[in-house]
């Protein structure tokens, strides 16, 4: 499985962006997938989670309310809606593939894109 995050870029603050996470060589329509965050110097972050059918979603508490997870298993995409960005919302942003029960575990989450990069401005 390769997947590949897409729609970064420059946003001032109170903007919106939306990511997407597309899926090739496998489907990764039988699986929960999480978007994770790393800014330089912290450790990589745990965002939100959708199950495989998407019926179930998780956030963290940084950005439950302007954050929301969805995806197109037809597509093999999943998407992360990102409203009302602050400065401090910049940072590279991965998806990864989910095949354990913790979420916010980053260890259950095997394949991993490349990431995409979000600077928010002031």
């Known amino acids: 499985v390769q997947l590949v995050e897409s729609g970064g870029g420059l946003v001032q603050a109170g903007g919106s962006l939306r990511l997407s996470c597309t899926a090739s060589?496998?489907?990764?329509?039988?699986?929960?997938v999480g978007w994770f965050r790393q800014a330089p110097g912290k450790e990589r972050e745990f965002l939100a989670d959708i199950s495989w059918s998407g019926s179930t979603t998780d956030y963290a508490g940084s950005v439950k309310g302007r954050f929301t997870i969805a995806r197109d298993n037809a597509g093999n995409t999943v998407y992360l809606q990102m409203n009302s960005l602050k400065p401090e919302d910049t940072a590279v942003y991965y998806c990864?593939?989910?095949?354990?029960?913790?979420?916010?575990?980053?260890?259950?989450?095997?394949?991993w894109g490349q990431g995409t990069q979000v600077t928010v401005s002031s």
């Open positions: 060589g496998r489907t990764i329509s039988g699986y929960a």
């Open positions: 990864a593939r989910r095949t354990g029960p913790l979420y916010w575990d980053s260890s259950y989450y095997d394949y």
